[in-house]
């Protein structure tokens, strides 16, 4: 099982981005899947993450209206689209299966992060 993000970059404030997590060795209709990241110096935090079965969502409270989760089961992607960025969401964002969708809990497989920096 492998996850893997990308996507990540400089952009400035108020701007946009979006990451994508690619997934092999298991299917995304029976996995959750769920965007984490870490700031320096921070512990790891919940983004948010997608329901495997019926497409629904849970997000952090700092992120609801800003960012969106999706996913494409044919490319085995899924896709975290970001607006209006903080300088305060600078940080490395990696994909993970999720075991329990509220609160959007870590599962077993867990892929390497993308960093995204905003910055003027």
């Known amino acids: 099982v492998q996850l893997q993000a990308s996507g990540g970059g400089l952009v400035q404030p108020g701007g946009s981005l979006r990451l994508s997590c690619v997934v092999s060795?298991?299917?995304?209709?029976?996995?959750?899947i769920g965007w984490f990241r870490q700031a320096p110096g921070k512990e790891r935090e919940v983004v948010g993450c997608?329901?495997?079965?019926?497409?629904?969502?849970w997000y952090s409270d700092f992120v609801k209206g800003r960012f969106t989760i999706s996913r494409d089961n044919t490319q085995r992607m899924v896709f975290l689209n970001m607006n209006t960025l903080k300088p305060e969401d600078t940080a490395v964002y990696s994909c993970?299966?999720?075991?329990?969708?509220?609160?959007?809990?870590?599962?077993?497989?867990w892929g390497q992060g993308t960093q995204v920096t905003v910055s003027s």
């Open positions: 993970a299966t999720v075991r329990a969708m509220v609160g959007c809990h870590r599962g077993a497989y």
């Open positions: 997608i329901n495997a079965v019926d497409n629904s969502k």
């Open positions: 060795g298991l299917s995304l209709s029976t996995y959750h």
